[in-house]
């Protein structure tokens, strides 16, 4: 998203109270709120007893099959506590997508904190990057399924 | 000829006059003959279903200046897509000649009026509305969103708070007919559906939206990067996402509320994308329903796949062979 770089006009303005005003205000903008809802996630996998939930995927209970982000919750909690060998369990494609995403959050509010700019992503690289993921979702699925059904 | 589409403001070349498609939004126009009579009566509205004004112009000769006219300026204030903004006044319209939601101008007007008035504009006029918002105030679009999410967030929650008993001994008929197993995983599901499953639902719902508008918007605007559909910005997807999460106030309707809820934002959302990322209605469709549908046929293929082993069980039990699931 190359130009998520150019902050909205009222974002800021909403952001001010979380950033604690002055500079930091002003360079918060959609890419910094991502990086929130990220470190979020890591503080809810990490801290709260989200497996504890009885929430079970419904397609899973009719089919007995995953579904294509079955195992993603075990996975971010797995990675958030730092085991990586059952994060890549549940499931592999979780287990990236968590590293990933705590790791650009992290970056991220770093980033803005020393003042640096937003990356440019070209518009070619960024959809490469889209299809990959989807691709990686894809071969997730699959191998989950090949896992379940096989021997 | 030259020709601007006054929808995406990219020129092409044309032979005729008339109906016809511009060849990179895909948005219908009209081009009208300078040299035609001009009509008995001054036209001042734009054709029926294209809602938009064109410009169009003989190719110039050599050595021309090659400048093209200018967009059509916008309609007054209080007409369709103006936006409630009374002429003469309010700020001035953004570069493409955009016009603030009322909502972002809710200081002004008051934020009640604000909010109906934008609400009315997004479920009656979503093409208007997205095609001519400014995209440069995306807050006002996700507090629009998270308004609505939490007050209808809230009355549902007080209607499923009320017919709990009946929803539980509803979805315990259901679990009757399920085999063992997968009843008792949906027996842990129950709690959710009721009691205190939808208070902290609705507790939860402001810090559900921002994040469920903010997820919505970049899984949609990557998704247009795959199918170069994002001609813009993300702020515009994130304001097309924020205006039309606000449908979601429709949860207060009694009974079938998420599901007119559902239908009308998954709607507004493809005609919005379109508009405000002027990719037109096809690559909008794909974008906005290419996760719901990738969803159904993981779904449907792995129902597939488990029914296929349920029959193949069944038919070695059938020969009288060992059973291995």
């Not at chain 1, 998203?1 to 979380?18: H, I, K, T």
């Not at chain 1, 890591?42 to 007995?64: E, H, K, N, S």
């Not at chain 1, 490469?128 to 096989?150: P, Q």
């Amino acid at each position: 998203m190359p130009d998520d770089a150019e902050p909205s006009a009222d974002v800021p303005a909403s952001a001010a109270a979380m950033a604690g005003g002055g500079a930091l205000a002003r360079d918060f903008g959609h890419a910094e709120v991502f990086a929130v809802i990220g470190l979020l996630s890591f503080a809810v996998a990490r801290y709260l007893p989200v497996l504890a939930i009885p929430l079970v995927c419904p397609a899973r209970a009719l089919t007995g099959l995953p579904c294509p982000t079955c195992g993603m919750t075990h996975a971010f909690v797995a990675v958030a506590h730092g085991d990586v060998a059952a994060a890549l369990a549940a499931s592999p494609a979780g287990a990236l997508l968590a590293a990933l995403a705590w790791l650009l959050s992290a970056a991220d509010l770093v980033r803005l904190v020393v003042g640096a700019r937003l990356p440019a992503v070209p518009e070619r690289t960024a959809r490469l990057l889209v299809a990959a993921g989807a691709v990686a979702l894809v071969v997730n699925w699959t191998w989950m399924i090949a896992r379940e059904l096989l021997p | 000829m030259l020709a601007r589409c006054a929808r995406c403001q990219n020129n092409f070349t044309t032979e005729t006059f008339g109906l016809q498609r511009c060849p990179h939004c895909g948005s219908e126009l009209l081009l009208s003959d300078p040299n035609a009579p001009p009509p008995a009566a001054p036209q001042t509205a734009s054709p029926a279903g294209t809602g938009m004004a064109t410009s169009a112009q003989p190719a110039e000769p050599a050595g021309g200046s090659g400048a093209l006219p200018p967009p059509p300026p916008p309609p007054p204030g209080g007409g369709p897509g103006g936006f409630g903004t009374p002429p003469g006044g309010g700020p001035p319209p953004g570069p493409e000649g955009e016009l603030p939601a009322p909502f972002a101008e809710r200081d002004r007007l008051g934020f009640f009026h604000a909010y109906i008035e934008t609400f009315k504009l997004v479920a009656t006029k979503p093409q208007e509305f997205f095609r001519r918002v400014r995209i440069d105030r995306s807050g006002s679009a996700v507090l629009f969103g998270l308004v609505s999410a939490v007050v209808g967030n809230a009355i549902s929650a007080l209607y499923s708070w009320a017919g709990a008993q009946q929803a539980t001994l509803a979805m315990r008929q259901m679990m009757d007919r399920l085999p063992a197993d997968q009843r008792q995983a949906f027996e842990q599901m129950v709690p959710w559906f009721s009691g205190h499953g939808v208070l902290w639902t609705a507790l939860f719902a402001p810090i559900w939206a921002i994040v469920s508008i903010y997820v919505a918007a970049g899984i949609l605007h990557l998704l247009l990067l795959l199918f170069r559909g994002a001609n813009r910005r993300f702020d515009a997807t994130l304001t097309t996402v924020g205006y039309a999460y606000g449908l979601t106030i429709l949860l207060a309707v009694p009974a079938c509320g998420s599901l007119i809820a559902l239908v009308w934002y998954i709607v507004a959302l493809i005609i919005g994308t379109a508009e405000s990322q002027r990719c037109g209605t096809g690559k909008a469709a794909a974008a906005v329903l290419l996760p719901g549908v990738l969803l159904c046929c993981c779904c449907a293929g792995a129902g597939v796949l488990g029914l296929a082993g349920a029959m193949k069980a069944i038919g070695g039990v059938t020969k009288g062979g060992p059973v291995d699931l």
